[in-house]
């Protein structure tokens, strides 16, 4: 059947404004790549930008070939799609390429979040092989567990669970926490960098090489969650029929405000007060700390409830970061302490305060002749703060299932953490030919391949 003047011009601005969300969100990738940057040490730099390449090309092949099918297939299955492999059928009545395109930009983002947190100490080649798999298995699966229609867990479906289903709008569960689950798992199995704590398990501070390319990153990040959080309503163009002049385009501008500045500011106040100084680094981890945790029920909350989730998640983040020191766990960008324990935060914070009138825009286009479980702290009941504790028990179950074994039998086989005197040496020399910068000779270690070769020759 023909679409009509006024659909087809319906569908234009929707698609376009789907695209333009894709491409913010694919600037995230650059975001993460100058905060890793910025996070390590210079003899590491191209190395971890080198992997924030490799995250983005290998989880494109991944997520074209598997992933997609695995998330958005089959809507008769619960638990994994089994069509659309290759993109074979698509664009059809359900998806088009502009869907793929937004769903690959969120798929390439959650490898990103693992490899922050085995920076500094891993072979090359394990990247090629988490990488694969994380973007093109274990995220889909939990992606269609939570937003295809047809899911176990969404709140989409036509019979949710709890008659509620999970509300992770836009992923601190399904994309933050399995990235953040995946980066735990790798960074214990492989151990803290060389002289991260001393003999006696003290930590030894091991500061990021430039403060700037942290700063960049953090807002770059900012920009593409933009189109991370309002972007995943999809449409903009949906009517909300109980009002005169709202729709998606209210509720887009809505999701876009203030829970990322709040735990900033609670995070350099709260700061200050234990270290005794202002923290630039700490802020900019707060900052996406507070954005990580609203992702969540950025739809479905009133901005002061999102001033809320802000204050609580920096001091979530404040405190997860003093625990994995005593327990001297070494992730060098806090990755599994931010997207984890941030993401966690924002799944039990949209079960609390999801506003009914919201939540009914959201997954209901308006309709208020539908009845749903809202908040608990809103009066709304037990349902949807159960489906939230679900999800995040699952996503724990199901990402440490399936990766920790694949990082455990890398382990195994040598093919995960580079040996001592390379990983003294720098990744940047000693598995990438040079340095990042040719500016400076860092810690008195050679400067190109062949004089570390020849050194390695000596020893």
Known sequence: MEM??????????????????????????????????????????????????????V????????????????????????????LKDVPNTSFDYSFFLYQWAFAIAVAGITSGSIAERTQFSAYLVFSFFLSGFVYPVVAHWVWSSSGWLSASSTNPLFASGAIDFAGSGVVHMVGAVAGFWGALIEGPRVGRFDAFG????????????????????WFGWFGFNPGSFDKILVAYPSTTNQGNWTAIGRTAVVAGSTAGIVTLFGRRLLVGHWDALDVCNGVLGGFVAITSGCAVVEPWAAIVCGFFSAWVLIGLNIVVTKLNFDDPLEATQLHGGCGAWGL????????????????????????????????????????????????????????????????????LRISTEEEIAGLDISSHGGYAYNTHQEENQPRFYADYMRMHDHS
């Open 348 to 415: 039990i914070f949209t079960g609390l305060f999801a506003k009914e009138e919201f939540v009914i825009q959201a997954y209901e286009a308006g309709d208020t002749s539908v009845v749903r479980p809202y908040g608990l702290f809103m009066g709304g009941g037990w349902g949807l703060l159960g489906c939230q504790v679900i999800e995040l028990l699952v996503i724990l179950g199901w990402v440490s299932v399936t990766m920790g074994p694949i990082f455990y039998a890398q382990h195994r086989l040598g093919i």
């Open 4 to 57: 009509s003047w006024e659909q087809s011009i319906t569908y234009s601005i929707n698609t376009v404004y789907l695209l333009f969300s894709a491409y913010l969100v694919f600037v995230m990738q650059l975001g993460f790549a100058m905060l890793c940057a910025g996070s390590v040490r210079a003899k590491n730099a191209m190395n971890i930008m080198l992997t924030n390449v490799v995250d983005a090309v």
């Open 202 to 221: 003290k930590p030894v501070p091991m500061r990021g090489h430039n403060a700037t390319l942290v700063v960049l990153g953090t807002f770059l990040l």
């Open 59 to 86: 989880g494109s092949i991944s997520y074209y070939l598997f992933g997609f099918a695995f998330a958005f297939g089959d809507t008769s299955n619960p638990f994994i799609g089994t069509n659309f492999f290759a």
